[in-house]
Nanobody, 120 residues
């Protein structure tokens, strides 16, 4: 099983930057992809950005050009650099890992979430 620990959330002003980190621990056979999702009050959880083990990246249209996802494969850590933050980026941000377990089954793991609040 993979456990995810997020850090880096906080309260910032519009236009500021934040960097989120998510470290994966456990003994998976491999981690296929890691990514970030977010959920604002009263809304469904939505994809922010994902990155695969070979570096294929996908961004939500709303964050393209402002957010950058990166991954340190050796450390099983994924980062989300968020620049030019807007009030609409306010949400709880969740880390996700898509991995292969020791039983060769494919699993999904979620972090506890970290709050990002952007004041306008």
């Amino acid at each position: 099983q993979v456990q995810l620990e997020e850090s880096g959330g906080g309260l910032v002003q519009a236009g500021d930057s934040l960097r989120l980190s998510c470290a994966a621990s456990g003994r998976p056979i491999s981690i296929n992809a890691m990514g970030w999702y977010r959920q604002a009050p009263g809304k469904q959880r939505e994809l922010v950005a994902t990155i695969t083990g070979v570096g294929r990246i996908n961004y939500a249209d709303s964050v393209k050009g402002r957010f950058t996802i990166s991954r340190d494969t050796a450390k099983n850590t994924v980062y989300l650099q968020m620049n030019s933050l807007k009030s609409e980026d306010t949400a709880v941000y969740y880390c996700n890992a898509d991995y292969i377990g020791v039983d060769l089954g494919r699993y999904d793991s979620w972090g506890q979430g970290t709050q990002v609040t952007v004041s306008s």
